[in-house]
């Protein structure tokens, strides 16, 4: 549907009430390229990924006029030119709360030609019934542990005082290729944490996340790593600039031979946001079980 989501301003930081009726202008499409710019981003590094949004409070009206409510996953791409602000989100999907739509594909056709407008880029738009969003928890949201991968769970360990905010120089790290104890070099270890805390650029309140970090070639000392992202405590940043800047500094840093890094942020009004970027090509199934904070 036609609307010109350019000349709405940001939402954040600003009282407004939701649409009396569906409003799609009312999306705020901030461009990605200036984040990556300033976080050293280069093209010719190799990120590949998807924003993973979850949005619980969805509901409008069926043909009858009686409240249907859903779950809605959507999935925009990495390489979209734009990400959406994610109040202008929340007050676009609060729009449909007293439209009337035939039939539950045509709101989620509708969702999905609005974003994939503001975005840029194709988004893939799931809606789930509350019962269907149970069988999928408990189904495709199981965490998936692999006997040949090391956890490490950085939250058990020291952090070294008075780090430099956002320094990746602080992260220790060997190639198990060149290891004294002849490491296998394609051992994937896998990095978590719940610590990480950053703030919002606009309101300067804070974003909470679990997140997990799996490398391969490389072998991090866990305490510097964790220094590092607690680090970003008074960050301002998006979530998705927070974990491509997390991802622009290990792989110049470390130079592992592959990477991961998956954020799982807490939600807020109605939303959670989850943030992938890999340096090899991934799908939604590679997206975490739910955070227990979500």
Known sequence: MAHDSKSVTNPLGETLASPAAYAPEILFPIPRAPAREAIGFSPQLAMFGFDHWQAFELSWLDSSGKPSVAVAELFFDCRSPAIVESKSLKLYLNSFNHERMASTELLASTIKADLEQASGNVVNVLLHSLGEYRALMAKNFAPRLQDNRTVVALDRLPIIDNVAPLDASVIEFIRLDKAPNALS???????????????CPVTNQPDWASLEIKVTGIEIEGASLLSYLCSFREHQGYHEECAERIFVALSNHCRPDSLQVSMNYLRRGGLDI??????????????LARDVRQ
């Open 274 to 287: 989850n943030v992938y970027r890999a340096s090899e090509a991934i799908t939604h199934a590679d997206r």
């Open 185 to 199: 070099a394609n051992k994937e270890t896998r990095y978590t944490s719940d610590l990480f805390r950053s703030n």
